[in-house]
């Protein structure tokens, strides 16, 4: 599973930028605004979970590249700060990680290190 998810990555993720600390790196991988159809996407939501804002993207990686809360993605001209990361299993083995980013300087006060 592990291999099928990460050639799907390889061959139709988008090329980034990952920065490690000051390790920066190359990671292909998919990279999206969060959506959704509802009215609730155009403000923010209050959840049992605390509030969610507008202007979070996700990102999908491979999971042999360590990620972590705190590391910034390059996408473009634009530099996104991961807030939460969680690798993915699949019958005990990591399959991909994942993450939710915000833009560097719009609600990325959060957990920031910088």
Known sequence: ????????????????????????????????????????????LETPLGEVY???YIYIGPADVAVSEGDVLTVGEKRY????????YHRDQAVYTWGMCVEKGVNDTWGSRS
Do not use: A
């Open 1 to 44: 599973m592990q291999r099928m998810v990460s050639g799907i990555l390889r061959q139709y993720g988008t090329q980034m930028q990952l920065d490690r600390g000051g390790d920066v790196i190359s990671v292909k991988g998919f990279f999206q605004p969060v959506r959704s159809k509802s009215w609730q996407s155009m403000v923010n």
């Open 54 to 56: 507008r202007g979070q």
């Open 81 to 88: 700060f991961l807030r939460r990361v969680e690798v993915y």
